[in-house]
């Protein structure tokens, strides 16, 4: 998106070279103002350089030196020059003030010309540079000219120098574009680690994925999918006929898995499998995110209201991982912003984690009724019934034990949340007709509600799947 930046140019007419005659004059003082009348300024700066050698208190002298130095561009020389000026005398403190605004008007106004046409023309960022530094030079309380400096900066991805100006922008300035350009510059400086993390540990993430995806329930042959051959298996010294038990080892993962009838029957460990990732990508980028959230923490208290801030705030919690304030913000937004899709879906995901099913239901279907097309929110709402009828069957299981020991009939309420989960597992796979682990979830769900053809349709889906990625 092209950035325009608007500002007036200021009209302030300059005051002219002082030139009152040569009377009084010392011989330095004379000398500049007649070679300052023949535009020869570089000798005029010599002589007034001397001028206020020899007489530290000319206020003149160092009015003089200012314009001289304006006019050779040297503009860090100019503002000093006049300053001391100042402490001596207020006489031209009109013509100063006048002539400072001036010249930054007319250097700030270059740099707004060039940034607005550096889309087209990218070479002219430096010099959109080179103009918002002499205005900064010029006139360093001037908090909008290190707004655009410091934009300048980040549309040539000089991160550091962009922050420096954003910073000085919004703490003096309490200015809140400044405020979110900061806290983007490290919020978007973080999400590059954390994908340079998780590129470069992708293969060791991957697999400690699928361990831990590996559960009671779970079919041989994902396990197999996932993991591979066990390193050892284990069958009874003495199997009885007919007896499929057998004790599966993964000695790399510290994994040990009861397998009967074709399914984990227990799954443990001997130790946690802990892998060695390097995480200094990730602690910079944690690091990085927390910057992040003191700037919107502070933008928060002057800007109470701006809905973006919070909205990268939140977004910032999350990847700093400091899920309890993220989950007390979200709480917030969607109070305060109900038709926001994401702020329903990430609650909904804080809710599931919860083992609020119900509400995380509500947030993931007030999340599609916003995008129909929301797909992860789709996923996540089969997730929930799944979950939850899993939690249901727990929940019975030692009293239907006993109901069955009593010939009493079972609890079987729980198969409701299996039978909701159907249809959204369904749509799922409408999207993603050769997801290997939605099958077998689905299948799972059919064999949980007793029907059998169509779990054996599921997994029989699944396993040609499979089979057609060897």
Known sequence: MKMMIQWGIIGVIIAGFMTTGFQCSSAELTGAKLYIQQKNYQKAEDQLIRETQKNPRSEEAFFLLGQVRLELRNYVGMREAWENALKISQAHKKEISNQLLYTWGKKFNEGVEAINSSEEKPELLDKAIEAFNLSVTIMPESLATHRNLGLAYLKKGEIENAAHHFTISFEKGKDVMACRRLGRIYQDSAIILQMKFDGTNKPILEVKRKVEAIRSGIKVDDVKYMLGEPSKVNKPAKPKKGDTKEEWEYTDYNL??????????????????????????????????????????????????????????????????????????????????????????????????????????????????????????????????????????????????KLRAENKKEDLSYKEKYRSAVPWLEKVLQSKTDDVQMWELLGQVYANLNEQQKAADAYKKADEIRASRK
């Open 256 to 401: 040990i898995i009861a397998i009967e009838t074709g399914f984990a029957k227990t799954v443990t460990f001997s130790k946690p499998y802990e892998p060695a990732i390097d995480s200094t990508a990730k602690y910079a980028s944690i690091a990085l995110y927390n910057k992040a959230i003191e700037v919107y923490k502070r933008g928060q208290v002057l800007f109470p209201e701006d809905a973006e801030m919070s909205e990268n705030l939140m977004n910032a919690f999350i990847g700093a991982e400091r899920t309890v304030e993220a989950r007390a913000l979200l709480d917030e937004r969607v109070r305060k912003y109900p038709d926001s899709k994401f702020d329903r879906y990430n609650l909904g995901v804080f809710q599931l984690k919860d083992g609020k099913y119900e509400s995380a239901i509500e947030q993931f279907i007030a999340a599609l009724k916003l995008d129909t097309n929301f797909s992860a929110a789709t996923y996540n709402i089969a997730a929930c019934y799944v979950n939850w009828g899993v939690a249901e069957q727990e929940r019975v299981k030692q009293t239907n034990e």
